[in-house]
């Protein structure tokens, strides 16, 4: 068949392969020598990318070979085990627990013992509840895991709410609000909720409490600080990598098909599980909106500066809260927790990643939005050394400073799996 092969089994398959091959080589050769190419002037690399090179041609010499030439996808062949390190799963993640989100739902309230005391009041649910240890506290309450023993060992999330008297109202209306947000959001990669309960204790502050699942390891910030020096499941956490991108579009395209927004994403609001799950959490600042209208909104939201788009970072309002987000914040958001998970896939820790983007700006501790031009050239400096190339181009426009020129979640998604082959692969709501 001209310029193809026709079907072929036998010992000489692989022989005949190779003499076509060769033969296109000396016709390729003959036609080249009688007109040789033009040879193109050198290309010009704007200034602010061959900052950006220069810093990883500086940051690649003190990388061990193996790191900076590998590929993005770990590699499969067998090896000896690495060390479990502090990923044993815990909280009860396994079987016979069910993947299917809707199912899980429904099964979490009888797996973890909750059913039994759900209708209780807030004082006897509070003494019902066993504290495992605690995962976190800031100046609106505290982060518990916490189970009901002698059931099932299957442990959960609490998280609490301080209500004092002069802001009671105004809390109670937003954990009220995530409750609700939580219990409508069924998703792979979506916390789930249990139940909730209030208390009013004699003395003391009362409390609204959230008790959620599952009970995670670690947050992406602490996944991402540690990855580089941390040498445990270290090929397994590689292919997480890869695979998570894809996991978190898809939740974040399901968000916001349901009208919602989170409006507060950032690697510490996403927790991962030692199974190689990742979840949204924290959907304190999250809003609703028409999904047919996906324009931005005046609501005032509590927002983390360092991944906030420029569009909600121009608008801080007198009492320290950020405005007018739009699902696009949203993807802005994403596409720069997206550039940290690449750096350190990449080889660099994100201080480093950091440090050189304040070399390149000029300036310290600036959100990315305010730091956009040095950002992108050190994302798309990658590709040139053929290190995180991965989701480069998706990511680019994820970023965009004019959020009309970001794509949506759903499409963001496609891409992701017909550019890459990516796709979630968990079970879908």
């Known amino acids: 068949m001209p310029g193809d092969f026709g079907p072929f089994i036998g010992p000489d398959r692989y022989e005949a392969i190779w003499g076509s091959n060769l033969d296109s080589m000396i016709d390729a050769a003959v036609v080249l020598e009688r007109s040789p190419p033009q040879l193109e002037p050198p290309k010009v690399i704007p200034n602010e990318d061959a ?10 010499a003190g990388m061990s070979r193996e790191t900076s030439t590998q590929g993005f996808f770990p590699p499969q062949e067998e090896g000896p085990s690495d060390p479990p390190g502090d990923w044993e799963p815990r909280g009860g993640f396994l079987n016979p627990i069910s993947d299917r989100p809707q199912r899980l739902r429904s099964e979490l309230a009888g797996r973890t013992g909750w059913d039994t005391i759900s209708n209780s009041s807030g004082t006897a649910i509070e003494r019902s509840l066993a504290v495992v240890a605690t995962l976190g506290h800031g100046s609106l309450g505290l982060v518990e895991e ?37 219990e409508d959001l ?20 009362p409390s609204f409490s959230l008790l959620m699942w599952p009970v995670a390891q670690k947050d992406l910030s602490a996944f991402l600080n540690e990855y580089p020096e941390d040498q445990s499941n270290k090929q397994e956490r590689k292919t997480w990598l890869v695979q998570w991108p894809a996991c978190l579009i898809s939740a974040l395209a399901y ?60 608008r801080l309002d007198v009492d320290d809260t950020y405005q007018r987000h739009g699902t696009g914040s949203d993807i802005f958001s994403l596409g720069c927790v997206f550039i940290e998970m690449l750096v350190v896939r990449a ?21 990315y939005a305010h730091m ?16 995180g190339f991965f989701l480069v181009e998706v990511v680019r426009d994820m970023v965009k400073k004019a959020r009309k020129e970001r794509p949506s979640a759903q499409l963001v998604k496609s891409r992701i799996s017909d550019w890459y082959g990516i796709r979630c692969t968990c079970a879908e709501p």
């Open 347 to 367: 080889g660099y820790s994100v201080e480093k990643f950091h440090a050189c983007l304040a070399e390149l700006d000029g300036r310290a501790g600036l959100p």
């Open 255 to 314: 968000i916001h098909s349901q009208g919602i927004r989170h409006q507060d994403i950032k690697p510490s609001n996403i927790i991962c599980h030692a199974t190689g799950k990742i979840f949204f959490t924290d959907f304190s600042s999250s809003a609703r909106f028409n999904p047919l209208n996906t324009t931005s909104t005046e609501n005032p939201a509590r927002t983390s500066a360092m991944y906030s788009a420029s569009e909600v970072l121009d």
């Open 186 to 205: 069924v998703h792979t990669h979506i916390i789930h909720i249990i139940g909730t309960y209030e208390t009013t204790p004699k003395t003391g502050v």
């Open 146 to 182: 916490v189970e009901i023993p002698g059931v099932n060992g299957i442990s959960f999330v609490r998280k609490r709410v301080l209500l004092p008297h002069h802001r009671r109202v105004q809390r109670l209306a937003i954990v009220q609000a995530e409750a609700k947000i939580v």
């Open 51 to 60: 900052d950006a090179l220069l810093m990883l041609a500086s940051l690649s």
């Open 372 to 387: 956009l031009d040095s950002t992108v050239a050190f994302i798309m400096s990658m590709t040139e050394f053929n290190r």
